[in-house]
Structure formats: C-alpha cells, structure tokens
Nanobody, 125 residues
Framework: QVQLVESGGGLVQAGGSLRLSCAAS????????MGWFRQAPGKEREFVAY????????SYAESVKGRFTISRDNAKNTVYLQMNSLKSEDTAVYYC??????????????????WGQGTQVTVSS
C-alpha cells in the first residue's frame, strides 16, 4: 500500500504562488506515474497535471497550462506542483494520486490507485 501525504497548501492572494509537495511511501516510487487533481466546493474532482515515472513526460489541464509545473524527485519519493499566477478559480482541495502499476500518466482519475488526504488551496481576489 502506497501512502501519500500532501503539504504546502494555504491562503494566497491572486497572482501569488504556492508549491505543493506529495511525499510517498514505498521503495518503488521511481516506477510510478503520479498525478495532481483538485476539487472545488460543489464540483467534481478534476485533473490538473500528471508526470510519468522518469519525469520526462508531463501533461496539464488547459486551465493551468503555462502557470503550473509538475516535477518529481525520485531520490526523495516526492512529487511537486509549482503553482504561479494563481487565480480565484484555482481555489480547491488538491490531491496527489499514484498509479502503482504503470509508469505512464493519465488524465482519468479512475486509473489511479491511491490518493492522499488533500491540501486546501485558497486564492483570495
């Protein structure tokens, strides 16, 4: 069982930046694809970004492209989400997720096996 712990959320003004971290347990983290998703109040959970096992392939939702960057440090079993130029519509609980049986990312949340508890990001306008 892979356990994921997110951190780095908080309250920030519009135009500001935050960096989320997701620390994973397990000795084979470097073989997993990882994803970030978010869920705003009253809305369904949606894809934000994914990264493949090596970090060579990333993908972003159109709404965050050019503002968010996903990266990973396999030596630290950690994946990051750098969020710049934040907007009020980015306010949500952000979750990281892992694909334990694939090194390839996907936008489909149903294909992720384990999830973190989430971290709140609030952007004030």
């Amino acid at each position: 069982q892979v356990q994921l712990v997110e951190s780095g959320g908080g309250l920030v003004q519009a135009g500001g930046s935050l960096r989320l971290s997701c620390a994973a347990s397990g000795r084979t983290f470097s073989s997993y694809a990882m994803g970030w998703f978010r869920q705003a109040p009253g809305k369904e959970r949606e894809f934000v970004a994914y990264i493949n096992w090596s970090g060579s392939i990333t993908s972003y939702a159109e709404s965050v492209k050019g503002r968010f960057t996903i990266s990973r440090d396999n030596a630290k079993n950690t994946v990051y989400l750098q969020m710049n130029s934040l907007k009020s519509e980015d306010t949500a609980v952000y979750y990281c997720a892992v694909r334990k049986f694939s090194g390839l990312g996907t936008t489909s949340l149903r294909l992720y096996d384990s999830w973190g508890q989430g971290t709140q990001v609030t952007v004030s306008s």
